[in-house]
Structures are given as C-alpha cells and as structure tokens.
C-alpha cells in the first residue's frame, strides 16, 4: 500500500471541521504568527485543509493550539485567536446561516441544531429562563485535557459571534470551563468581561435574555431559508452512516403513528438494544440524542401546519404532556413551540 493510500485511510471521519482548522490557522496568521510553521509543527498535513468536508483528530487541533501557545508565549491566544475575522467562516454554511438570522433567538436555533457541523462529538443544549439563557456545550468523548484550548477558543467564539450579528452588544454574565484554572485567570475575566468559572460541570455561556431578541445585523428571511436547507444536506454528509440510519427509522415510526422506543427501534433494525447502544457510542453519540433530533425535525415540520394544535404536536413527537414538551423544544432550539409557530406562520 502506498504512503499517499495509507494517509487517506487514516484519515478521522470524525473530529473537528478541516474548515474550523483552516480558520483558526488564518486567524493566527492575522495576529502576526506564521500559520505553516504552526501547522507543519502540529504535525497536520496542508491538503487534509483544503477538504470543506474533511475533519481534524481532536488531538490534531489541539496540538495547533499547543504550537500556536508555544510560539506567541500566550496562555490567552486561544481567546484572541477567536476574535479575528475569520471566526464564522470557520463554520462553513453555518456562518453565513448565523449571520441572516432574524434575531438572537433563531441564531442560537441554528448554532444548537447544526452544531455537529463543527465538530461530529459536539452537542449544544440551551437552557432559558426569565432574565438570562445559558448555551451548555457537551463533548463527551473528547478526553478535557486534550480539548480545552478547543473549547476555549469555541466558547469564545460564540461570544464574539453575538458580537457579531446582533445590532446591539450583549455581554455574557457567565462563564464556565471544565478543565483547570490556567495560573492567571484574570485575562480570562477580562476577555469575557464577566465571571469566568473552571473546573465547572459544564462548559457553559450565560448570556441575558436581551440577546435572544436583538435582531441580527444582517437578517435576510429568504437566504436564512436556502442556508437552512444547504446545512441539513451538510449535516447528512458527516453524520455518521449508522446514527443517520437509526434517525431515519425513528421518523418513520412516528410517521407511521409509533412511538420510537429504543427497543421497537433495535427490533426493526434486527438488532439487539445492547448492539444499538454500542453501535451509536461507537458514532459519538446515544439514543437519547438521535431521538432528540428525529422529534425535534418532526416536531419542526408539524409547527408549520396551522391546523394542528400545539397538544397534537407534542403528542405526535412522544409527549403526553404540552408543558415537557414545550420545555424539550426550547432546549433544542432556544425558543417555544408558539413562537416557533407563529414565526414560521408568518413566513419569516
């Protein structure tokens, strides 16, 4: 086998965007570093970044921030490398979908349901309540040394794109890091200009409830509509083969008026719980959030149709009861059945 046929096979299926790789690079090299000497120094091959659908081992990123840490001799370059120009363009469609949101609300919408789009292990939750919403990022099978500065680097991110698109500028008030405290937590405090948290639960941004419903410098209802449709199709590419299979039957179930159990799921698919478990774990991911986001989609889909109840909704997704639905919806896309209704109802 030749080296050019053994480097392709190695090559991750899932892992982090080559995009996001590409971008940070550039980034670095708009703070005055060289990027191809960072880049031959993590050991990360020219080409595999010239694949808009190609994906960077977590190990390989985060061997670029270690380089690009060594190099400026800056525990902070992980914050400022996510403050350049090139931030959202590190997330291919999902950038420029961001950006054409109506407002904060549908943006974060967006970042949480196409967040697989930036990395295959990353999951987005929103939690929002009366005066302040929290954006919770989950990558579980990233060991959290390997993928702090990532994670640095992504939560700031999200900051700066708020920043970024929304008329008015709305700081977070919180925020929380996983990992250990660096020696000086101060420049962290003052990059974010709020509380910041390590060796937190979870990876978290608190932002106020303002911010969800600031409309966005850009909104553009039609361009929002064809990126949407640009990013689903993106989404099929890298999903894993075997969690698009067994998402595909949890929609056809409840097409077919079933409701999805892990069980009827494995027995249609001739498989055994404990294979389907295993075979997903495998793909990054869990049952739960494969059927989070068959319902979510169907969920979506019904909304449009003004003669169905928001009861009928929640009842044809899995739900008995319209309050745990509504709460399971706002956690997928950052805002109520209603207001999603009444939005798609208008054609926004």
């Known amino acids: 086998m030749s080296d050019s046929k053994r480097s392709t096979d190695a090559r991750p299926q899932t892992g982090v965007s080559a995009l996001l790789g590409r971008a940070l690079l550039s980034n670095l090299g708009l703070l005055g570093f060289d990027p191809e000497a960072i880049r031959r120094s993590a050991g990360v091959e ?11 081992a977590h ?19 992980s914050l400022r490398v996510a403050g350049k120009a090139q931030t959202l363009a590190g997330g291919g469609v999902l950038g420029p979908l961001v950006l054409s949101s109506r407002d904060g609300e549908q943006a974060l919408a967006y970042l949480v349901q196409y967040a697989q789009l930036l990395d295959n292990a990353l999951r987005i939750e929103t939690d929002v309540g009366d005066e302040s919403f929290i954006i919770r ?11 702090s500065r990532h994670m640095e680097a992504l939560l700031a991110a999200v900051v700066r794109a708020f920043e970024l698109i929304l008329r008015q500028s709305h700081a977070p008030t919180r925020v929380s890091f996983r990992h250990s405290a660096p020696p000086e937590v101060e420049p962290f405090r003052v990059h974010f200009a709020c509380n910041v948290e390590f060796e937190a639960e979870h990876y978290e941004v608190v ?8 409309q966005t410098r850009g909104a553009h209802p039609r361009i929002v509509e064809q990126l949407a449709e640009v990013a689903e199709s993106e989404l099929r590419l890298v999903s894993p083969r075997f969690t698009t299979a067994v998402r595909e039957r949890i929609a056809m179930l409840f097409e077919q008026g079933e409701r999805p159990t892990r069980a009827r799921v494995a027995g249609h698919m001739k498989l055994t719980e404990r294979t389907l478990q295993r075979r997903l774990a495998e793909d990054g991911t869990t049952f739960r959030e494969v059927s989070d986001a068959a319902r979510r989609d169907r969920a979506c889909t019904l909304l449009h149709k003004a003669d169905l109840r928001v009861a009928d909704v929640a009842y044809a997704v899995g739900y008995d009861e319209v309050a745990s639905f509504t709460k399971a919806f706002r956690r997928w896309t950052g805002e109520s059945p209603s207001a999603f209704r009444e939005r798609a109802l208008r054609g926004a």
Do not use: K, Y
Request: glycine share 6%.
């Open 46 to 56: 020219a080409d595999r970044l010239l694949d808009a659908r190609g994906r960077l």
């Open 59 to 77: 190990r390989e990123v985060a061997a670029i921030f270690t380089e690009a840490e060594r190099v400026s001799g800056d525990r902070t370059i």
């Open 137 to 147: 990022f989950h990558n579980p099978d990233v060991d959290v040394g390997v993928h």
């Open 207 to 214: 932002m106020p409830i303002s911010a969800l419903r600031q």
